[in-house]
């Protein structure tokens, strides 16, 4: 009898055990930097390997290098690194790309003139490196140069080709935004003019920065920025985006500055239904503000608690249909700007905050980037000064609702397609990325089976999402 109860007590510390540290982030691996500390840190994920890379500083806030790291998850260890450098030129990695041939593609932002105090002339580079970490080809197209004195490039792939969305200033006198297309090799194709009406003072030296852009399944592009500010001694900066058309006009601009304060968007992203979710903050406070296509603000959420503030990295849209949120979590008593969290909350499309958590020591921590590899299972990417971390994280606060319904799908693989045998139980289908993101969307009524084609130029972890009115389940597809 006590035999039996000693076994139950094991049993039941180490359920409670796993169940804890579950629910904790686990540190796969971590690269450092070369030279100073990392900028921001990124994930890859194609079914077996993790690619982490990112940018850090070299000597001071303007000079950056990239570096790429492939991390073999099942010895949780580096295979190997490789800088991602240009000479003596500011190089800043965007986008990773898995071809079908295993290799590595890496879009980068390369400012090629680089002084004390800026870097100059930002243009795209392509550099693409074999399964072993050897760079077998690299080129930067110089043909749609815009000069600027500082500026952010930043570069996605989109319909088997390159795209970048910008706001160069130009002798401290003016700001336009500008829309740049590319080949998928990274040849230049053609620039266009999306917004003339940035212009500023040097009276009030307002200054716009564009720092990034999402693609809705429409080809709508809804970038997002920052609007600095001089007022006298004091500066303030306010958050805005442009939303462009398919044939790179602009629809609207819409500016945020909440209570006459400084806010800055981190991130954004788009719902399938259409709406817009944007993640900021305003000093120690994270908000997400939804908007519709039309930029009116339907509803907002606070990110803080008692005992610390929230400055938001990333949000994405999980296989449940639920939102992540990554970043830092600083402490209300803390005097540093440095000193901060590792921060991951999740919330209803609603915005109600089901739970949120922060982790590690005060030392600068950040989670900037999140993939979902399996429903509710998580890899994670952050920063901690000189170092660039992994983390694995799972999420056992699942609700009844969230359970998926487990009815058993076929999916045959072929070559060239995915077919899948429904028994027409599903009434909908969606193909969704590891960021949440639904590539894909289709209606399988009274189908017995159906295909999802695959994209030869592009491999990596996608979801199927099948659903129908006796509940969902997910398959996961890998390219």
């Known amino acids: 009898m006590v035999k039996k109860f000693v ?9 409670i055990f ?23 840190a990124n994930i890859r994920y194609d079914g077996n390997n993790a690619y982490l890379f990112g940018s850090y500083s070299v000597d001071d806030e303007y000079f950056k290098k990239g570096i790429l790291a492939k991390v073999d998850l099942e010895y949780q260890s580096v295979n190997w690194e490789q800088g991602i450098e240009q000479g003596d030129s500011t190089i800043i990695p965007w986008s990773l790309k898995i071809l079908d041939n295993s290799n590595i593609e890496i879009l980068s932002e390369l400012a090629l003139f680089r002084s004390d105090f800026s870097y100059n002339n930002q243009v795209l580079s392509v550099k693409r490196f074999n399964s072993e970490g050897v760079e077998i ?61 940035i212009v500023y003072s040097q009276d009030s030296c307002d200054r716009y920065l564009l720092k990034d852009f999402r693609i809705s399944k429409d080809s709508s592009v809804y970038c997002f920025g920052d609007i600095h500010k001089s007022y006298g001694a004091s500066d303030q900066t306010a958050g805005y985006i442009i939303k462009i058309n398919s044939k790179d006009e602009k629809v ?20 399938t239904n259409g709406q817009i979710i944007i993640a900021g903050y305003q000093g120690r406070v994270g908000y997400l503000y939804w908007l519709d296509s039309e930029s009116n603000i339907l509803r907002q959420s606070k990110l803080e608690t008692a005992a ?63 993939v979902e590899y399996e429903p509710n299972k998580y890899y994670l990417a952050g920063t901690r000064k000189s170092l660039a971390l992994l983390y694995q994280f799972e999420d056992k606060s699942i609700s009844v609702e969230e359970q998926n319904f487990t009815k058993d799908v076929k999916v045959l693989e072929l070559s060239n397609c995915y077919e899948i ?22 209606t399988i009524s009274d189908k017995f ?31």
């Open 449 to 479: 089976n159906f295909q999802v084609q695959k994209d030869s130029y592009y491999r990596g972890v996608f979801f199927l999402r099948l659903s129908g009115k006796n509940g969902s389940i997910v398959k996961k597809l890998i390219y």
């Open 308 to 370: 610390y503030g929230v400055i938001p990295i990333k949000i994405m849209q999980n296989l449940n249909g639920n939102l992540i949120v990554i970043g830092q979590a600083v402490d209300w008593d803390s005097t540093s700007d440095e000193a901060g969290d590792n921060y991951i909350a999740k919330l209803d499309e609603d915005g109600n905050v089901l739970w949120q958590k922060k982790e590690g020591i005060p030392i600068q921590e950040t989670l900037t980037d999140i």
């Open 7 to 15: 076994c139950f007590i094991c049993l039941y510390l180490l359920v």
């Open 18 to 40: 796993t169940y804890s540290n579950s629910e904790e982030l686990v540190k796969i691996t971590d690269i450092m930097s070369p030279a100073s500390w990392f900028v921001d």
């Open 252 to 271: 609207w601009k819409k500016t945020f500055f909440p209570n006459n304060a400084s806010f800055i968007i981190s991130d954004l992203i788009i719902l």
């Open 137 to 197: 080809y690299s080129q930067f197209d110089t043909s749609g140069l815009k000069f600027a004195t500082w500026a952010k490039l930043p570069v996605r792939y989109h319909n088997n080709q390159i795209s970048a969305y910008y706001t160069p200033r130009q002798n401290w006198q003016q700001a336009l935004s500008y829309s740049m297309h590319y080949d998928s090799e990274g040849n230049f194709l053609q620039s266009k003019l999306i917004d003339s009406s």
């Open 421 to 442: 045998e429904n028994n027409k139980i599903y009434d909908k289908a969606e193909l969704v990325s590891i960021r949440g993101k639904v590539l894909q969307s289709f």
